[in-house]
């Protein structure tokens, strides 16, 4: 249990760096972003575009795919629920 | 005249409707399309008089393209734009009706559309624009045994729908709602990667990002999500330009090819400037060959 809870947090410490250093947000800094943090919309406002980018990461740095459009909507919720499909489904880091 | 098949929700109103429809229908089974074709100066000529709202639509683009022009030379132009959209949209409603392939298109590079295929297993995007009967273009794309995914919202117009089969397209084709979660990004990164083709407008913001970028001799709006895709996803960007030679045939152009990339640091979106503008220079370079086939009917040069 705690080795689970460590590896989530490895991997929300690195989703974090990723996504700063890929969608260029501006002004943000990967410990500015929170756990539970909405990513689209009103949290930290990512759009379709971003969206883009956050598949591509999954593929390069996970091997991962998002099958559809549902299964997006729950898992690009936050970097928590990212880092749970991550921790869950990886294949490679 | 706009048919709205890609429009903006909060666009223009709705043009078109049954009985219109019918009656071009019947002139194309009575007479054909030079028939059809002629009825459209009539139709045309209402719009030109009764629906300034259309006319004001027109205005951006004709102000652009003809700068010199007076208030009669304007209307004049609007005129002819109106009919040559008109004529595009009866063609396809010809080729609805007569079930058959009326038009001979010619399509140039198809060779080199083939060999980006046999390439890679990757798909590609293929980048429309408000140009020429983006439509009657498609259909030529059947025989590169491809499935085409387009990225458009649902047609509005009841009319529209059902007489011009928007949404229904035949063959291959599918469609990708952009009013999905995120955009529809998700299924059209799937799809790329299955090798399949995605048909993205280029040429119309609908309210995403979009870059200032030099065209018909000012600053305008265009979106460049498709370059962004296609970067993200390592595949090309085709540019499809499709325009009316005669009555019955058309010219589908694929040769024109772009692979945007993106460094890994610095503002990303920005370095997609370069194709966007390549782009919009492709695409001015055949409105000024064909000036009356570009239906931009939207202020593309203000925010």
Redesign the interface.
Known sequence: MESKEKNLAEIRKLLKELLV??L?LEDIRPEDIKDDEVL?GDGLGL???D???I??LLQRNFGL?????KQ??EI?YSVDTLARYIYVNKKTT | MQTGSRADKTGPRKRGNRTGFWFFEMFIRISGLRGAYGFLYFVCLYYLIFDRHAVSSALPYINRRFPDSGMLTRNFHAYRLFISQGRQLVDRLAAIVSKKQLFDIKLNGYDKLMALFQKSDKGVILLTSHFGNWQIALTSLNKLGKRVYLLMREEENPAVKESLNVGNEKGDIRIISPE????????I??VL?KGHVVSIMGDRNYG??AFKIDFLGEKAFFPF?AF??AA??ECPVVILIAAKDSAYSYTVDVTNILVPCCK?S????EQLIPWVQEYANILEKYIQKYPYQCFLFHDIWKN
């Open positions: 250093e890929n260029s689209f759009d379709s575009l969206a883009v980018e598949v591509v795919e998002v099958k559809d459009m997006g909507r690009f | 999905q979660a995120f955009g529809g990004v998700i299924e990164m799937n990667k995403a990002k999500s962004a895709i993200a996803a890994s610095g503002k990303r979106n």
